[in-house]
């Protein structure tokens, strides 16, 4: 299959976050979409809570006295009496569990028709590619690579609470410190691991 | 109805696209990471250029604003393991689900070791971490 050049993929892949953020207003996350059904897993549906802005001032003002004692908070109002003040960002409701499984088996989707229009798709039982199968000749060794470096993958994203998606394309376009930090670590470990890999096997 | 259509929409097309520019090839994420062909990388960077005009554009043009990604101890930590994750299994959590649609089945592997993983770290991080890890999906 004859690849895209470079600025038709940077165009799609930036085609495809614009679209993400119009049409849910949320920013492409692929990482962040598995912590949430695992968490769902963990611990069940999460409570949906809908309050007003000066509801949702009084329960935490009615937390922190609790935590702290009567006289933690003033009684004093708040600074904006605007009602429903236009600035700011807006709480967007979470997606479901089911709403996530479908991003990811759209996913799926996406590589079995791009396959399809290739002529395909055809079934092979680790990863195709001279390099991989080169460097993990044995169907063991290549399943435990790939095992081992998927429990990497995401230990390590959940940790950074980010992936390439989230951090590396939408985080760094919006200049966030904390996913060109993360993007810098995640392309310098992937460079290092790579040379590694060509000069051991 | 429109969220579900954006999330089958966007998932397709992403999918479809990331197939297309070969970041589901094991090969081809390797030759990015060893500089053996640049054209991977270019994507990526030509992507976050086309994002950034697009953030400015769409920020002048509809007055939207942007919760900040947090930044936390974990954050280069994460990034840096994720890195040696991808390089050994050629997979960022989306390229997963494309290599399974592609029929590269080793990849349901590397699907079960990112839910595996995902999970460790919450159980590790609520054991001995104290920093707030709120993911990326609410940004």
Request: glycine share 14%.
């Amino acid at each position: 299959m004859q690849h895209w050049p470079w600025f038709v993929g940077g165009a799609a892949l930036a085609g495809v976050c614009v679209f993400h953020w119009l049409t849910l207003r949320r920013m492409l996350a692929v990482s962040g979409r598995f912590t949430a059904m695992i968490n769902r897993a963990r611990f069940g549906p999460e409570k949906q809570v809908e309050m007003t802005a000066e509801e949702l001032r009084a329960a935490m003002l009615a937390a922190t006295r609790e935590a702290f004692g009567p006289d933690a908070a003033p009684d004093a109002p708040p600074t904006s009496t605007k009602p429903e003040a236009k600035a700011g960002p807006t709480l967007t409701k979470q997606q479901s569990a089911g709403m996530h499984l479908l991003f990811l088996v759209a996913l799926l989707c996406g590589g079995l028709v791009s396959a399809f229009l290739a002529g395909g798709p055809s079934f092979s039982g680790g990863l195709r590619g001279e390099l991989f199968n080169g460097f993990f000749g044995g169907k063991a060794s290549s399943a435990a690579v790939l095992l081992f470096g998927g429990v990497l993958v995401g230990f390590g994203t959940r940790m950074a609470a980010g992936c390439t998606s989230g951090h590396g394309l939408c985080g760094v376009s919006r200049f966030q410190v904390g996913s060109l930090l993360a993007t810098m670590a995640f392309f310098g470990t992937g460079v290092l691991t790579s040379l590694l890999l060509r000069w051991l096997l | 109805m429109r969220e579900r259509v954006g999330v089958a929409v966007t998932g397709v097309v992403f999918g479809f696209s990331l197939s297309r520019i070969g970041f589901s090839s094991w090969d081809e994420v390797h030759r990015m990471f060893t500089f053996a062909d640049l054209r991977l990388l270019f994507t990526f960077m030509s992507a976050v250029v086309f994002l950034t005009l697009a953030w400015i554009a769409i920020a002048r043009l509809t007055g939207a604003t942007w919760a900040p990604r947090n930044l936390h101890p974990g954050t280069l930590a994460g990034g840096a393991l994720f890195g040696i994750g991808w390089a050994l299994s050629g997979a960022c959590p989306s390229i997963a689900m494309v290599q399974l649609g592609e029929g590269q089945l080793g990849a349901g592997l590397t699907l079960i070791g990112i839910v595996a993983g995902n999970w460790l770290y919450s159980v590790v991080h609520e054991r001995w971490f104290r920093w707030s890890a709120a993911s990326c999906v609410d940004a």
